[in-house]
């Protein structure tokens, strides 16, 4: 579908469907479409907690080696969970020590606080704002800046030129992660993307919509067209926009 509808590449996210696991087969499917694979999410959901390992820095050191046999340039990786408290305290560190050791960027995640109802948890350590940490490269997510109910061009901000990620979606500041398609919420999506262009930006805009809602597969074909339309639209035609 990201060849068909005229994308420039992908990210993986690591998962729990095996194919994504998989780096020879992720390479054949790849070169079959045509569709460079440009980004690696590590496995660092709820959901994947015992792919690739339940050693958190054996997931980034397999993440890193994904990316650098299949020709990807980042490597997503989001803050820890509390409850992970020896990576958790060992974690700035840590990823500064692997960005030395490779030229894939890890870039660290935005986050939020998880909230139900009137109830807030703070489920992230250092912190899920990132930008109160020392990192070589963030990525920004606008549907997580919409639940955390932060400004997103302040956060852009806060990154400056360490910024090496986007992804790109929309959210209406509801307590759930919503990523909808750009220019249904509330965020700057064209906002962020004419900044990027004015500031010579040099990584990828992913495009992470969930399109979990379409009732066919034509409907969820036309949301992503209209999500990577509004994306080139906004931004110089020599920035790249993947998919996950």
């Not at 397999?62 to 060992?90: C, D, I, M, N």
């Not at 806060?158 to 398609?181: I, T, Y």
């Not at 999506?189 to 034509?218: K, P």
Request: with cysteine; hydrophobic share 40%; proline share 5%.
């Amino acid at each position: 579908m990201a060849g068909r509808l005229g994308y420039d590449g992908v990210e993986v996210m690591v998962w729990t469907d095996p194919v994504s696991q998989d780096i020879e087969a992720l390479r054949r499917l790849s070169d079959h479409h045509g569709v460079p694979i440009l980004a690696v999410h590590a496995p660092c959901l709820l959901i994947t907690q015992r792919v690739w390992s339940t050693d958190p820095w054996t997931k980034l050191r397999r993440a890193q080696s994904a990316a650098e046999k299949l020709g990807a340039s980042t490597v997503v990786v989001h803050p820890p969970f509390r409850w992970q408290r020896q990576y958790a305290r060992e974690f700035v560190e840590g990823v500064w020590r692997m960005a030395d050791e490779t030229d894939v960027r890890f870039a660290v995640e935005n986050m939020y606080p998880w909230r139900y109802r009137d109830r807030e948890m703070l489920a992230y350590a250092p912190e899920w704002d990132v930008t109160k940490d020392d990192y070589r490269h963030f990525t920004i997510d606008l549907s997580h800046t919409a639940t955390a109910r932060t400004s997103a061009l302040d956060m852009l901000d806060r990154m400056g030129d360490r910024l090496g990620h986007v992804h790109l979606a929309d959210g209406r500041g509801s307590a759930k992660d919503e990523h909808l398609v750009p220019g249904r919420g509330t965020q700057p999506c064209a906002e962020l993307l004419d900044r990027l262009t004015r500031t010579g930006f040099d990584g990828h805009v992913v495009l992470e919509v969930n399109t979990r809602r379409a009732m066919s597969s034509a409907e969820r074909e036309a949301d992503l067209a209209e999500a990577l339309e509004f994306t080139r639209r906004h931004l110089a035609a020599d920035i790249r926009v993947p998919r996950p």
